[in-house]
């Protein structure tokens, strides 16, 4: 496995390789757990060669404590990459990504970035589009691969990527999942014993609107789940949608003839938790 944390050396490198060599490539920003090997693990099967990178990128967090306290494990993440076999790891300092001007910059999503995530995070967006993009063109690869955790990114990225003209392949993964179904998060690890526990009702709820959703219209589901989180002491709920999966925007009346999807953000404490579930 190889290592650089230079531009120029991971570039020359790819170079260097024989003439038609597939590349995937995952970016992450570590503290992995098995989503993130899940998602390596499939990028292997269809490619001759896979990248990972590691960077917690500043210009994505709209609150400075979020950044500092981003758990970062360097050492366990490159002996787990080791472990599988990974070909090439990125770990740049935000210095070399953004060379002393760590400023996003800015993107039109088509409104993409206007729903849920967008809507609690300022910016955020921006912060991601400019990274991945970043990555896409330091690395050139041919496939790249996102979890559907984050869902809204995938669908953003996906944009990114045809605005932008980049003849990169954008695969989505399913949601990875603890055995209580909790999704994989690196936030995980920072839960408190009590708000752990609590945490898999998130599941639990999304997979009983799944059920409803054919029975019941959006709004009555909408407050079910309102009221389901009021019983929770230890869950806060910051927003439950649902909404189109192709234009994110909400939706009041259904047409089975468009593809669903809820999203919900949770807090545990300070603890921020996203989900979602095809509907």
Request: proline residues 4%; positive net charge.
């Amino acid at each position: 496995m190889l290592v650089f944390a230079k531009i120029k050396s991971i570039q020359e490198n790819i170079k260097s390789l024989e003439k038609g060599t597939s590349i995937g490539f995952v970016p992450t920003m570590g503290a992995l757990h098995k989503g993130h090997l899940s998602l390596i693990e499939r990028a292997k099967k269809e490619n001759d060669i896979v990248v990972v990178s590691i960077f917690v990128n500043p210009t994505q967090f709209d609150k400075k404590e979020d950044l500092i306290n981003y758990p970062k494990t360097i050492d366990q993440d490159l002996t787990l990459l080791k472990k599988i076999n990974c070909d090439i790891v990125f770990t740049p300092t935000a210095d070399e990504i953004y060379s002393n001007n760590i400023k996003p910059q800015l993107f039109n999503f088509d409104g993409l970035e206007h729903q849920m995530e967008g809507r609690f995070r300022e910016g955020h967006f921006d912060g991601v589009g400019t990274i991945v993009k970043y990555l896409f063109e330091i690395i050139s690869p041919h496939k790249a691969y996102f979890g559907e955790k984050d869902f809204q990114q995938l669908q953003i990225i996906r944009k990114m990527v045809r605005k932008n003209h980049i003849s990169i392949k954008i695969i989505g993964c399913p949601i990875y999942r603890e055995e209580d179904g909790l999704a994989m998060s690196s936030r995980n690890s920072r839960l408190s014993k009590e708000h752990r526990k609590a945490a898999p009702f998130i599941y639990k709820t999304l997979k009983q609107v799944k059920n409803q959703f054919g029975t019941k219209n959006v709004l009555e589901i909408t407050k079910w789940v309102e009221n389901e989180f009021k019983k929770q002491p230890l869950l806060k709920l910051e927003y439950f949608e649902i909404a189109n999966e192709e234009t994110l925007q909400p939706i009041k009346n259904k047409d089975f003839k468009q593809n669903y999807r809820a999203f919900i953000a949770i807090f545990a404490d300070k603890i921020r938790l996203i989900d979602n579930i095809s509907l």
